[in-house]
């Protein structure tokens, strides 16, 4: 309880420090990762393998940049890894010709490349209209989402895989600039809008006061309904873009592409603060939390770890870092 | 009552503090086996804590309670304070996806004869039983969410009563109730007089005292004014002794001389009949530079009333004009836009996000107001922030603060500070003083009439009259109606018998 007669002259100095220390919670794990990395792997901190763990990171750190807004504000979607899979494979289908799998269409790459956040969007807007509209369970609602949208790529991929597209479709994983790949000046970017405008923005501001507590919200003047739909539009046409990160990187788009990454976003979001009862956590968190993972990905690949095992020592890292972030905040994530 | 029996509970001179504040002070009730013992008292004037020192839940600092003339039972022997008293709240406790049944006997279901094994049947039959030898005409089979309000009740009392409990506290039982639900209540607690069980009866609507109870034990400012039988305590007599003969007020009454306004000049606020399920037909005018009280009990409309100004409650029926202009209810950014600043009933619930800053919490209705583009300049927040910490008196270590961290009354400040951020020409406080103390509730009911000297309207909620001394004129409102009015300067006694909906006048 604050003690109004004698307020602290350190008060906001140490307050600033604190939010901070909650916001870096991560930080001691991942340094512990580059240096266990460094000790135990010649190549590891060589400047190639570096670049390699942020591009390979690129695409997860969309989906987690898109999972965390959403979090923040109180809701959930786990049909993300399916958007990020059939909004590609749209933009390709409309684009490439139908000897090579496409619809035959044959409309203009640019075209085909707006087609996808436009897809990605779409599907957003879709949810949010069951979940904030009709006041469906997000949960469910987004889990059923998933199978629908995954099931809707299958049939619609037939067990093929689409890669006759122009180059442009691949430019993002596949690409450089100034030495990075470009997905990786796109992720960073994303982080750095969509960071600034969660800080300092009062749309930003909004999506913390709703996943805080929607009912005051509401009553300052925020409307409660728009922020759903935004939130969960934005992090569709992210997810889709994530989805053409992956696809540049692989050089094509398949069934599967994204399936089985949402359980790994969850985890990302949640390492690095992100409250999943919304209103809680930075996207610098999330970004540290999406780092780890990419790192300890790679750490464990250098290693050659039988790929038999790599899950269960995946997962199990997954738990340890939960408990260092535990830790090192000193509070409960969930109390 | 006979000498030659004990009374069922007696508590003597029991102290309680918490904190600073006072609970209780050397006070007492005394219970005799059989009868129905009303308790009254306004808000605050320790009901809550005798109940809780009666049921054992709370150990006095000093008094002692003594059950059929032999001392409590310990503490910590919940079982034995289980068979001697028992508490239904306001709240139901029930659990909701069970049936009653299961609720009745939860914790203790009966076993098939050999086995260890619940057994439904027997647990079904022996709730049949039980309800039907209290004349409990609820089905034990139905899912206890899906019962009414009354019948809950009556299934609480029936599982206390199965405990072996012969005492039940009642805490306000009909607050939820209509007229018709609380008849049939109170024939169910004549009946189950009649058989033997004896109540404490917790209310608010002094009429239902003289209904069903035979004596009553008043108390005012943490302490006992008067054990009487009912018939020695007419209305008038009741009500003098739970408001008292007050000297000093807390917060002077500074009404300014009546201005007259030019017949041009619109009301701030004006309702024309304005009607939704909780209020009916409401007409009003409020002026600029004038507060106006709003007094009802829960249930009486008068808080629905409030937020259909401030947006948060949406009208069927009637007009509302702010300023001449048509204000649409139910809609939280028209009432920003026509000048209504409100402080929500529950701040837990409407007013406060907690995990973000005091200054994010002030500034949130004027977020867009902060910066170019919907850009919020950190500056800008604080400096307004600040300057609302220094006009209201926050407590707090500065705007960064979260406002998890400020004490209960702080953070009805900050809410105060937020329904001021858009220099509202309308303020609408509901129930401004709820759950804090006294220093914060002087600071809240200065910034009050400020606002009307700073020539806002203002409409106080409350059913408190600390709120209501500060306005010019009160009006009361009883079951969805306003149903009279008093200019500055009421006594108290008239104007809670118009809030309890009794005549003044009786006796």
């Known amino acids: 309880m604050a003690d109004p007669a004698a307020p602290s002259p350190a008060g906001p100095v140490r307050r600033a420090a604190r939010f901070r220390i909650r916001d870096l919670a991560l930080l001691p794990a991942v340094v512990l990762l580059l240096v266990i990395g460094a000790l135990t792997n010649d190549t590891f901190l060589e400047r190639q393998n570096l670049i390699n763990i942020l591009g390979a990171s690129s695409a997860l750190g969309l989906l987690v940049l898109a999972e965390a807004m959403i979090l923040i504000s109180g809701r959930m979607d786990l049909s993300l890894e399916s958007i990020a899979g059939l909004a590609p494979a749209l933009g390709f289908l409309v684009v490439i010709p139908a000897a090579s799998g496409g619809f035959g269409t044959g409309w203009p790459a640019w075209l085909g490349l707006l087609i996808i956040p436009l897809a990605g969007a779409l599907i957003g807007a879709v949810n949010a209209a069951l979940i904030v509209g009709l006041g469906l369970n997000g949960f469910i609602v987004t889990l059923a989402m998933n199978i629908v949208l995954r099931g809707v790529l299958i049939g619609l991929v037939s067990g093929r895989t689409l890669f006759d597209a122009p180059p442009a479709f691949f430019a993002l994983g596949s690409e450089n600039w100034l030495g990075l790949p470009l997905c990786v000046w796109v992720s960073a970017g994303c982080f750095a809008v969509a960071g600034f405008a969660l800080r300092y923005h009062r749309f930003g501001r909004a999506v913390y006061a709703v996943g805080g507590n929607a009912p005051a919200a509401r009553a300052a003047g925020i409307r409660v309904a728009r922020v759903g739909w935004a939130v969960l539009v934005v992090g569709g046409a992210l997810s889709a873009v994530a989805g053409l990160v992956i696809a540049g990187r692989v050089g094509a788009v398949d069934a599967n592409q994204g399936s089985g990454m949402i359980f790994t976003v969850f985890a990302a979001a949640v390492i690095g603060g992100i409250s999943l009862r919304g209103g809680r956590g930075s996207l610098l968190g999330a970004l540290l939390g999406t780092l780890l993972l990419g790192m300890l990905e790679n750490l464990l690949t250098l290693a050659q770890v039988s790929a038999f095992w790599i899950q269960a020592i995946y997962g199990g890292i997954i738990l340890l870092a939960l408990i260092v972030a535990r830790l090192t905040t000193g509070e409960a994530q969930e109390s | ?507």
């Open chain 2, 1 to 507: 009552m006979t000498g030659a029996r004990p009374p069922l509970v007696e508590a003597i001179g029991i102290t309680k503090r918490y904190g600073p504040t006072v609970a209780l002070m050397d006070a007492g009730i005394t219970v005799e086996a059989g009868e129905s013992h009303a308790l009254v008292g306004r808000n605050g004037a320790g009901k809550s804590t005798l109940v809780s020192v009666l049921t054992g839940l709370t150990r006095p600092e000093r008094g002692t309670v003594r059950y059929d003339g032999g001392p409590a039972p310990a503490l910590a022997d919940r079982a034995a304070w289980r068979r001697r008293v028992a508490c239904v709240y306001q709240r139901s406790t029930t659990i909701d996806e069970l049936s009653v049944a299961e609720n009745l006997f939860l914790g203790r279901q009966p076993v098939t004869p050999r086995g260890r094994v619940i057994s439904r049947r027997r647990m079904r039959r022996q709730a049949r039983a039980l309800l039907d030898e209290w004349g409990v005409p609820v089905d034990e089979t139905a899912r206890a969410g899906g019962l009414s309000v009354e019948d809950t009740k009556l299934v609480e009392i029936a599982r206390a009563l199965s405990r072996g409990t012969r005492f039940i506290v009642l805490d306000e039982p009909t607050a939820q109730l209509d007229s018709r639900a609380t008849d049939r209540l109170f024939a169910h607690m004549r009946r189950l007089q009649e058989a033997g069980v004896t109540f404490l009866y917790i209310s608010h609507h002094l009429r239902e005292v003289y209904e069903v109870c035979q004596a009553v034990t008043v108390l005012r400012d943490a302490r006992r004014i008067v054990t009487a039988p009912v018939g020695a305590m007419p209305p008038g007599k009741l009500i003098e002794a739970m408001t008292g003969e007050r000297g000093g007020l807390p917060v002077p009454h500074t009404a300014p001389p009546p201005r007259p306004f030019g017949a041009t000049a619109p009301a701030a606020v004006r309702l024309e009949q304005l009607s939704s399920p909780d209020f009916h037909d409401v007409s009003l005018a409020v002026a600029a530079g004038e507060v106006v009280g709003l007094a009802g009990l829960a249930g009486s409309g008068s808080h629905q009333l409030g937020a259909a100004l401030a947006g948060l409650h949406r009208a069927s029926g009637g007009r509302a004009w702010i300023f001449g202009r048509p204000l649409r209810t139910g809609s939280v950014p028209a009432a920003l836009a026509a000048g209504v600043g409100c402080l929500p009933r529950d701040r837990h619930h409407e007013g406060l996000v907690p995990l973000l800053s005091v200054a994010e919490n002030i500034t949130m209705p004027i977020s867009g107001r902060l910066g170019p583009l919907g850009l919020i300049a950190p500056k800008a927040r604080d400096a307004v922030a600040r300057r609302a910490i220094a006009d209201l008196g926050i407590g707090t270590e500065g705007p960064a603060q979260p406002l998890s961290e400020l004490s209960g009354g702080n953070q009805q400040k900050v809410v105060l500070a937020r329904a001021l951020a858009i220099d509202p020409r309308v303020l609408v406080l509901i129930d401004p003083t709820a759950g804090v103390d006294v220093g914060a509730k002087r600071a809240l009911l200065a910034a009050a009439i400020r606002a009307r000297a700073e020539g806002r309207a203002v409409l106080v909620v409350s059913d408190q009259l600390e709120d209501l001394r500060v306005c010019d004129r009160v009006l009361v409102m009883f079951n969805g109606f306003v149903t009279a009015e008093y200019p500055a300067g009421w006594r108290d006694g008239e104007l809670l018998a118009a809030v309890e909906g009794v005549a003044a006048g009786d006796g």
